[in-house]
């Protein structure tokens, strides 16, 4: 998956690194180095990796540059690549329900939000968690229909994994930001 080019500009800038936190003898095979060394490395090289990593559309990277855009006040931003990696999701998904090994379940992203105990384990889950934040981030970005629309598509795909119980509240949450619309 290939990125629009106006986020393929952005993939040199600072973001937090999903990298960040793994020893460098596991991200540098073979290298000794220091600790002092490494952590200095880290911080330079890491964010600039995850930039690259996410405009080649990994989706632990596009959310990890998301999240970094959402913190530095740039809400469209953060729109626009948790739009690319919903796109992802769902191709990554039609896909896995087209190949004759899958049915589009049990192959996991490795979102690894903290959502529940861990990772989430399904295209499904990893879906509408990635539909629910672009809800959020549409929303903090002034879009409020099209952000009661993605809070929409997040409580289908919830539905369709399995989750009832968040799907009725994304459900409720959409219906919250929709009658917003209608007040203005």
């Known amino acids: 998956m290939l990125l629009p080019l106006s986020l393929q500009a952005h993939a ?10 793994i020893s460098a003898d596991e991200l540098l095979p073979g290298m000794a180095l220091p600790p002092a060394e490494a952590e200095a490395m880290g911080a330079q090289h890491l964010p600039m990796l995850t930039r690259r990593l996410a405009a080649a559309g990994d989706p632990d990277a596009i959310l990890a540059v998301a999240n970094g855009e959402a913190a530095a006040g740039r809400p469209k931003q953060a729109v626009a690549w948790l739009e690319a990696a919903v796109d992802g999701a769902v191709d990554a998904q039609a896909a896995a329900a087209a190949s004759p090994k899958g049915g589009g379940r049990g192959m996991g992203m490795g979102m690894g939000m903290g959502m529940g105990g861990g990772g989430v384990s399904s295209l499904g889950a990893s879906l509408h968690v990635l539909l629910e934040k672009l809800g959020d981030a549409q929303l903090a970005a002034g879009d409020p ?40």
Do not use: I, Y
């Open 12 to 21: 040199t800038c600072f973001c937090p690194s999903p990298s960040q936190g």
């Open 145 to 184: 229909e099209a952000a009661a629309a993605s809070l929409q598509a997040a409580s289908e795909a919830a539905m369709e994994a399995g989750k009832m119980k968040l799907a009725m509240k994304l459900t409720m949450r959409s219906e919250e930001v929709a009658g917003m619309v209608e007040e203005e």
